[in-house]
T-cell receptor, first 114, second 113 residues
């Protein structure tokens, strides 16, 4: 597609439920990032995928968070047993090879845990 | 350790006046520097970047930024602010062989009519 596509755009879930957030990167982009952003705050790195390399999971805040990227394209971020502190915007971004290449963001998935 | 500082949480500017949003960085090796803008309830949009070459970089919406190696700064500027420039601005840096972008905390820019 023309840009990074994320779904759902909004999700309200009950505490304790599992949620899946999807990211469809720009076609041909080998690098994919997930970030979390609390309301009006900065970006918190979660996980990075690059081609067929092992992902960098160093930013995942707990073992309730996991992500996968199938076929080097679409990625799914899964949050198990959601907590109220998980409420945030989850942003996906993609780019070609790293270094100076620009990363492009999706519009985000707004998660509210009630 | 690599870091980015945006020393101002908020910048207030009158419409038509020049604006500056500050960014300083610390990386090993040559830096790749980026500015992004985030409008309310939206994702981040790329504004401009410095990779190499001319220290003055021009980007979208009339914004520009100047890379200053001696001061390790990459301040965002615009000669004449518009109310529609009001948004959250993020500076980011990537250094050396590290693929990670290091993000500043963001600066809220408010342009008053």
């Amino acid at each position: 597609g023309a840009g990074v596509s994320q779904s759902p755009s909004n999700k309200v879930t009950e505490k304790g439920k599992d949620v899946e957030l999807r990211c469809d990167p720009i076609s041909g982009h080998t690098a994919l990032y997930w970030y979390r952003q609390s309301l009006g705050q900065g970006l918190e790195f979660l996980i990075y995928f690059q081609g067929n390399s092992a992902p960098d999971k160093s930013g995942l805040p707990s073992d309730r968070f996991s992500a996968e990227r199938t076929g080097g394209s679409v990625s799914t971020l899964t949050i198990q047993r959601t907590q109220q502190e998980d409420s945030a915007v989850y942003l996906c971004a993609s780019s070609y090879l790293t270094d100076g290449n620009t990363i492009y963001f999706g519009e985000g998935s707004w998660l509210t845990v009630v | 350790a690599q870091s980015v500082a945006q020393p101002e949480d908020q910048v207030n500017v009158a419409e038509g006046n020049p604006l500056t949003v500050k960014c300083t960085y610390s990386v090993s090796g040559n830096p790749y520097l980026f500015w992004y803008v985030q409008y309310p309830n939206r994702g981040l949009q790329f504004l401009l970047k410095y990779i190499t070459g001319d220290n003055l970089v021009k980007g979208s919406y009339g914004f520009e930024a100047e890379f200053n190696k001696s001061q390790t700064s990459f301040h965002l500027k615009k000669p004449s602010a518009l109310v529609s420039d009001s948004a959250l601005y993020f500076c980011a840096v990537r250094g050396g062989s590290n693929y990670q972008l290091i993000w500043g905390a963001g600066t809220k820019l408010i342009i008053k009519p």
